[in-house]
Structures are given as C-alpha cells and as structure tokens.
C-alpha cells in the first residue's frame, strides 16, 4: 500500500500566496546585489564638467594624457564619477 504525503495544507491560493512571497524575497535580494555602487556610477561629458567644473577641453586632454578614462557606448562618452574623484586626488 503506498502512502501519499501532503507538502501543503490549505487552498490553491494560500499556496500562489506562499510562492510569491518567496519570489519577491528573492527578486529584491538579487535586485540588492546587482545595484550600482557610487564608484560604478557613469557620468556623461556634460556631467563630469559639472561635477569637476572644468571645460570640454580640459577633459579631453586628461583622457589624451592617460589620466582618465572614456568608457564608449556607440557615440556617446561615458567617465567613471569613481575615476575622476581619483584624478582630482592625484592631481593635487
């Protein structure tokens, strides 16, 4: 004689219920681990000029010289905030 055993006890949609609590729980510790720290945080050119409240051209020249670096998505330039904090600090 074979014996069944119950995993749940109650309604289809106490079960659904369970089901999705646990997948939120699990969506927000997964959307936790993936959110951008400040360090990763990608400014465009007009604002990295703001933030270091230099000219285009100043930029321009310190990604020339080696001292930053331009991340490139198709035509638009992108500069690392965490990059550009560390090129103020060595440039004093």
């Known amino acids: 004689m074979q014996s069944s ?14 089901m999705l609590i646990g997948v939120r729980a699990e969506l927000k510790a997964f959307k936790e681990g993936f959110a951008p720290t400040p360090a990763d945080e990608l ?7 703001e933030l270091l409240k230099i000219k285009g051209t100043t930029l321009w020249r310190w990604h020339k010289q ?19 904090m560390d090129c103020l600090i060595l440039s004093k």
């Open 43 to 49: 400014l465009l050119t007009s604002q990295a000029l």
């Open 66 to 84: 080696g001292r930053i670096n331009v991340y490139k998505v198709g035509k638009i330039n992108y500069y690392k905030k965490a990059e550009l």
């Open 5 to 18: 055993k119950t995993l749940f006890e109650g309604t289809p949609e106490g079960l659904v219920e369970l």
